[in-house]
């Protein structure tokens, strides 16, 4: 069974930069897409980022288009999500999901395996 695990969230100021990881501590996601949601306190969890099994084709929310970029290296069962000029709406807690099929339109209700988050502050 997948197990994800997020890591890198913390505190940092506008314009910031921050590196979240995810990882698999059980099988592989080789063969999964893999997503990065987010929830803010008093909100749906909402769609970040995606990226195929094979790294090739990527998609965004459009508030974050520009500044993050979602990576994933297979061979250490790794994805990441690179986060440039952060801004104050950007704090929340942030998950990772993985599923069977990569979505054009992500929404949480599908995915088919998640992580326990990790809380991404950005402060001014």
């Known amino acids: 069974q997948v197990q994800l695990v997020e890591s890198g969230g913390g505190l940092v100021q506008v314009g910031g930069s921050l590196r979240l990881s995810c990882a698999d501590s059980g099988r592989t996601i080789s063969s999964y897409a893999m997503y990065w949601f987010r929830q803010a306190p008093g909100k749906e969890r909402a769609f970040v980022a995606a990226?195929?099994?094979?790294?090739?084709?990527?998609y965004y929310a459009d508030s974050v288009k520009g500044r993050f970029t979602i990576s994933r290296d297979n061979a250490k069962n790794t994805v990441n999500l690179q986060m440039n000029t952060l801004k104050p709406e950007d704090t929340a807690v942030y998950y990772c999901a993985a599923d069977s099929l990569l979505w054009v339109r992500p929404i949480a209700s599908r995915m088919n395996y998640w992580g326990k988050g990790t809380q991404v502050t950005v402060s001014s």
């Open positions: 990226i195929s099994w094979s790294g090739d084709t990527t």
